[in-house]
C-alpha cells in the first residue's frame, strides 16, 4: 500500500501570513502519461472534505486562488498564500494512483 | 446539482449487519466510479471501498475485505454498502463519494453493545 505522510503546521498561523502544508508518499506518483495522482482535500469543522486540488496542482472549480499544488512525483506541497479564518480545518491529501487508495493522516491549521 | 444522500446508520451491536444506501442525483450514475470513505470519531479519512461503473469490478479497503460489500443500483442510481460482522472499530461516519469532488454529508454508525 502506498503509505501517505503528512507535515505538522506551527499552529496558530497569523492571518493573512502564508502556510505550506507537506505531504509524501511511499512511491511514486507521477504516471506514465504524465500527471500526478495526488489530490488535497479541506475538511472545515462538522463539514465533509471538500476537493481542493487535483492531480497534484489543479484547482477545483470554486476554490479560491490562494491555494496551489506543486510537488515532484513523492514530495508534495499545498500553499495557502494569505490564510483567512475560513480556511481552518483540517488538510488531507490523498493519492489516487492504485488501490487501496490512501489519505495521509491529516494537518490542522488555526488561525491567530 | 449533485447530490449524495446517504441512510441507513445507527446503532448495531457486535457481530451484526447493517446496510447502508446513498441516493444520488443531478448527474448521470452509471457514468461514474463510486465510493465510500469513512471517519472514526476524531480520527482521519480511511477508504473503504470502491465499485465502477456497472459494478462488475469492487475494491475494498484491507481493514473491510471479507466483511464488507459495496454494490449499485444503477436504475435506482443508489449505491450500497453491506456491512457484516460490525466490529468497535467500524464505528464511523460512513461517507458516499463521487471521488474526488463530491461527498455526501455522511451517515453515522456507532458498533456497541
Known amino acids: 500500500d502506498i503509505v501517505m505522510t503528512q507535515g505538522a503546521l506551527p499552529n496558530p498561523v497569523p492571518s493573512g501570513e502564508s502556510a505550506s502544508i507537506t505531504c509524501q508518499s511511499s512511491?511514486?506518483?507521477?504516471?506514465?502519461?504524465?500527471?500526478?495522482?495526488l489530490n488535497w482535500y479541506l475538511q472545515r469543522p462538522g463539514q465533509s472534505p471538500q476537493l481542493l486540488i487535483y492531480?497534484?496542482?489543479t484547482r477545483a472549480s470554486g476554490v479560491s486562488d490562494r491555494f496551489s499544488g506543486s510537488g515532484s512525483g513523492t514530495d508534495f506541497t499545498l500553499k495557502i498564500s494569505s490564510v483567512e479564518a475560513e480556511d481552518v480545518g483540517v488538510y488531507y491529501c490523498?493519492?489516487?494512483?492504485?488501490?487501496?487508495?490512501?489519505f495521509g493522516s491529516g494537518t490542522k491549521l488555526e488561525i491567530k | 446539482e449533485v447530490q449524495l444522500v446517504e441512510s441507513g446508520g445507527g446503532l448495531v451491536q457486535p457481530g451484526r449487519s447493517m446496510k447502508l444506501s446513498c441516493a444520488a442525483s443531478?448527474?448521470?450514475?452509471?457514468?461514474?466510479?463510486m465510493a465510500w470513505v469513512r471517519q472514526a470519531p476524531k480520527k482521519g479519512l480511511e477508504w473503504v471501498a470502491s465499485?465502477?461503473?456497472?459494478?462488475?469490478?469492487?475494491y475494498y479497503g484491507d481493514s473491510v475485505k471479507g466483511r464488507f460489500t459495496i454494490s449499485r443500483d444503477n436504475a435506482k442510481s443508489t449505491l450500497y454498502l453491506q456491512m457484516n460482522s460490525l466490529r468497535s472499530e467500524d464505528t464511523a461516519t460512513y461517507y458516499c463519494?463521487?471521488?474526488?469532488?463530491?461527498w455526501g454529508q455522511g451517515v453515522m454508525v456507532t458498533v456497541s453493545s
Open positions: 463519494a463521487r471521488l474526488p469532488r463530491y
Open positions: 443531478g448527474f448521470t450514475f452509471s457514468d461514474y466510479y
Open positions: 465499485i465502477s461503473y456497472e459494478g462488475s469490478s469492487t
Open positions: 512511491k511514486s506518483l507521477l504516471h506514465s502519461n504524465g500527471k500526478t495522482y
Open positions: 492531480w497534484m496542482s
Open positions: 490523498q493519492q489516487f494512483l492504485e488501490y487501496p487508495l490512501t
